[in-house]
């Protein structure tokens, strides 16, 4: 049975363009200045206003994937959230969107991604895999030694 979901609750961690590209910036280079990020665009195709900037930086700090700290005269950001995560995230919620429910329907979503891999990744793949297991495996037996409340 597919779940209904409301427009108001898909994707809530949905990016733009620009905030993805914000956030590649800020991994590039934590602590920049939304004056320094517009030079960056502007110096590539990308015309941007100051004013534009800051409401993209400051949307990415209320989505809670940038921090900002005030230095002198001007704000700096900093991730809140490795690329890895935000990826996690971003695909939970693609997950969510489309999951009827079935785990078999996300787990050949997967293996259809993973085909087009090159043999290294897929090595690399499974042995991501064996190392979840193992951690699995270790916080399973250790809340079976721990004593009960």
Same mark, same amino acid.
Not at 16 to 27: I, K, P, R, S
Not at 60 to 84: D, N
Not at 96 to 112: A, C, E, P, Y
């Given at each position: 049975?597919?779940?209904?979901?409301?427009?108001?609750?898909?994707?809530?961690?949905?990016?733009?363009?620009? /905030?993805?590209?914000?956030?590649?910036?800020?991994?590039?280079?934590?602590?920049?200045?939304?004056? /320094?990020?517009?030079?960056?665009?502007?110096?590539?195709?990308?015309?941007?206003?100051?004013?534009?900037?800051?409401?993209?930086?400051?949307?990415?700090?209320?989505?809670?994937?940038?921090?900002?700290?005030?230095?002198?005269?001007?704000?700096?950001?900093?991730?809140?959230?490795?690329?890895?995560?935000?990826?996690?995230?971003?695909?939970?919620?693609?997950?969510?969107?489309?999951?009827?429910?079935?785990?078999?329907?996300?787990?050949?979503?997967?293996?259809?991604?993973?085909?087009?891999?090159?043999?290294?990744?897929?090595?690399?793949?499974?042995?991501?895999? /064996?190392?979840?297991?193992?951690?699995?495996?270790?916080?399973?037996?250790?809340?079976?030694?721990?004593?009960?409340?």
């Amino acid at each position: 049975m597919v779940r209904k979901k409301s427009a108001s609750n898909v994707m809530t961690n949905q990016l733009g363009q620009l /905030e993805l590209e914000v956030m590649e910036q800020v991994w590039l280079a934590p602590g920049i200045e939304a004056k /320094e990020l517009t030079e960056i665009f502007n110096q590539q195709t990308t015309r941007l206003t100051l004013s534009t900037m800051q409401s993209t930086v400051e949307r990415l700090v209320r989505k809670g994937l940038l921090e900002r700290r005030k230095v002198s005269h001007a704000y700096q950001y900093h991730a809140c959230i490795s690329r890895q995560n935000l990826l996690a995230r971003l695909m939970g919620d693609v997950i969510q969107l489309l999951h009827d429910g079935r785990m078999d329907t996300i787990l050949s979503s997967f293996v259809s991604v993973a085909a087009n891999l090159d043999a290294a990744s897929l090595d690399r793949l499974e042995r991501l895999i /064996e190392d979840k297991k193992c951690q699995l495996k270790t916080a399973g037996d250790a809340e079976k030694e721990s004593p009960g409340d």
